[in-house]
């Protein structure tokens, strides 16, 4: 497994990529994510470990929709495309569920660290909301040291979500271990700082269009329908909206596979 760097352009055209294998089986990935997605919000609930278990499966989450993404895109996978999405991914996570595992412990020991830490900001409160579920006050929640704690944590948590970027892809593709898929997913990112920079900054302004678009829409079906249908309008911009948050929550790591495609070759 080697390198490759890509110029900044690039980081347009796994936006482009991403977007045209979204449209290709959108509710495949709509579906796919919202079903992993829904396992995370469970396994959240759950007292005591709640707060960690999520981590666990964030990196399934990723693998899932880079190896839904890789066989949208292909253009030999046999139709029908949807289930084989679905299919690939479950053979994917039933081969690497061990190494998704080492990522996702991993990624619960740095978060409970760092939330951790945080109570040197502000006396445990972050730390207690986080981990131990614990009502805060709103008053609480507006002052300047739960605040400061809350941006310490949002900035050490910054350098765990760029590793764990294209970590579950080196180890399903080209078996590198976990620890060493963190130190290559971060080493890669930064060599390729500015295709990842356009990357963000375009997802960025498309989610913000289409975000715009599908609130005006919803409006202006409501304002409409409200004359008609009654309640039924707003269950039907209510619906729109959904729609609206699943694919855009979904439309990027549909893209993840083509940056990750791009930035390491087979030896």
Known sequence: MKLHLVPARAGIE???LGLRTFWRQPLAF????FSLMALISIVSQLPLVGSFLPFLFVPILTLGMMVAASVASNDDTPKPVGPAMFTAALQALRLRWRP???LGMISALYFAVVVGLSALIDGGLVAGAYLLNSNVLPEVVASKRFQLAQLFVMCLNLPLSLAMWHAPG???WHGVEPVKSLFFSLVALFRN???HAMFLLSWFGVCMVAAISFALIA???VGIGA???GDAASVLGGAL?????LSLAAMPLSSTWFSFRDSFNAD
């Open 14 to 16: 796994w936006v482009r």
């Open 30 to 33: 709509i579906s796919l994510f």
């Open 100 to 102: 998704m595992l080492v």
């Open 170 to 172: 080196l180890v399903h």
């Open 193 to 195: 700082f500015r295709a």
């Open 219 to 221: 409006t202006l079906l």
């Open 227 to 229: 004359l008609a249908l």
């Open 241 to 245: 909206m959904i729609g609206c948050a």
